[in-house]
């Protein structure tokens, strides 16, 4: 028994030697000498399923091994790639980029006149501009017209972003009102019958002459002076060095609480009166807009004086009325205006000899 044992062990050392001796033939026809294989059975499951679908295994040395094989196989060059070129975008601008401006044009009053600000420069409108769309680009119309903006519709800037149009606050007037008004000067009466409409209050000017054009507003400008409650009911009270000029109106000129006057006093500019003057007007400086504040125009060289009336103009004598005719004139008439008058015929009023003899007369004889 113990003989068969031992045989027994020895052909299973013998088949066992054979196995491994033929494992190594395998492996070594294949071409693989690696170590033993340490993976779990789930990686070799993936494994044999990217080798099923074409691909390698994940952790396989032999496969990293046949990658670099190959790329180190002569005839066979590594593709580079080469960088895409840069299409061409759809619709791309190509016209000019130039913005059209019109200059400023005068900036014109009610009666079509020019308009001046406070310090009496022209005034002008804002320039118009070409309108962009919503990339930058000038806008033209279908037969190649600029499109220029409006006042309600500005378009886009040159970074293609909206052009908010500004809502302007209307600006916040002051009416005045002089009724059956008087102008006194240190007490004086010196303007009267007074009558003003001011829808909205910027310049009063009071000129008096030997103290100059006094410029007064209810709001303060460079140059003035404030003069507190000088506006109080119905009266304007203001004081020019030693005078005290005052306009009076049947009505309440501003609120029902007195208000401050800011006062500027103007001594060269003159107007040809020698009586005050009263006027108002949106200018601070000479010339001022308001009725017989212009300086008059001087006239050179020989002036032609202003015709005469009618009832004092010197008639010639006309030639006398004919046999039986005469003018007729009326009282209060001037001869210049009776020698106007018609000829006309002479009425018989000679009485009758028998309507003027006494009754009886005959009868004495």
Known sequence: MKQIGL??????????????????????????STQSDTRTPYQKRMDEERQAAGGAPADSKAGSAAKKGDSAKPGKEAKVKEPKEEKEKKGEYTGPM????????????EEGRQRLDPDGKPMFNPPVRQLRDSKGHPMFSASGKPLMQTADNL?????????????????KTVSLSIVHGTMTVDGMIGKAALNYDIQNLHYIYLYVPGIGTTIVSNATFPGAKEQPNAFDDKTLTVK????????????????????SAFVAVDR???????????????????PYAWPGAKQDHVEQGVVKAPPLPENLRPAMLLEPCPSGQMRMTAAGMTPAQAATQPCVPIQSATPSASA??????????
């Open 7 to 32: 045989v027994t062990g020895a052909l299973a050392v013998v088949l066992a030697c054979s196995l491994s001796g033929y494992a190594q033939e395998q492996d070594g026809s294949a071409g693989a």
């Open 356 to 365: 003027t003899s006494p009754a009886g007369a005959n009868s004495l004889k």
């Open 155 to 171: 378009g886009y800037d040159e970074h293609g972003k909206k052009i908010v149009v500004k809502k302007e606050k209307p600006v």
């Open 268 to 286: 060269l500019f003159v107007v040809h009166s020698k009586f005050p003057v009263v006027g108002y007007g949106d200018l601070r400086v000479a």
């Open 240 to 259: 020019v060095e030693d005078h005290l000029l005052q306009i009076n109106s049947d009505t309440r000129l501003l609120g029902s609480k007195p208000e």
């Open 98 to 109: 130039t913005v059209v401006e019109l200059p400023p044009t005068p900036m014109l009053d």
